[in-house]
């Protein structure tokens, strides 16, 4: 039910937005933004297909991960009473997180720009 529900987002926004939402950034300047492949990210880890959204956003699959590490965390810790389980560690996940990001972007830019390879068609 998940699924079928899902499908019917993912099949509304193409429809809404054709590919996807628009990249105001990659229109202007013709190279990526940080977030260009995003959406496809999202699309290709809620079926479950986790290399091509690393491929085209890993900051999305890096998300996904903190997300479930931090919720698994926080309810093993109120369950088990040990406060000490729960990471909480925000700062530390959200600069991982810029450099992940910042990585990505000069890659897929210097791929583009370099090597006139243009990873996210």
Known sequence: MIRKMTDQIIEFISTLFGQGFPCLFHLVTGLYCPGCGGTRAVRYLLHGQLG?????????LYGAIVLVA???TWILSKILKKPGLYLARYNLFLLIGL????????????MLIAK???LIP
């Open 116 to 118: 006139g390879i243009a």
């Open 70 to 72: 931090e919720a698994v």
């Open 52 to 60: 091509k959204s690393l491929f085209y956003n890993p900051v999305v």
């Open 99 to 110: 450099a992940v990001l910042g990585a990505n972007w000069i890659f897929k830019n210097y």
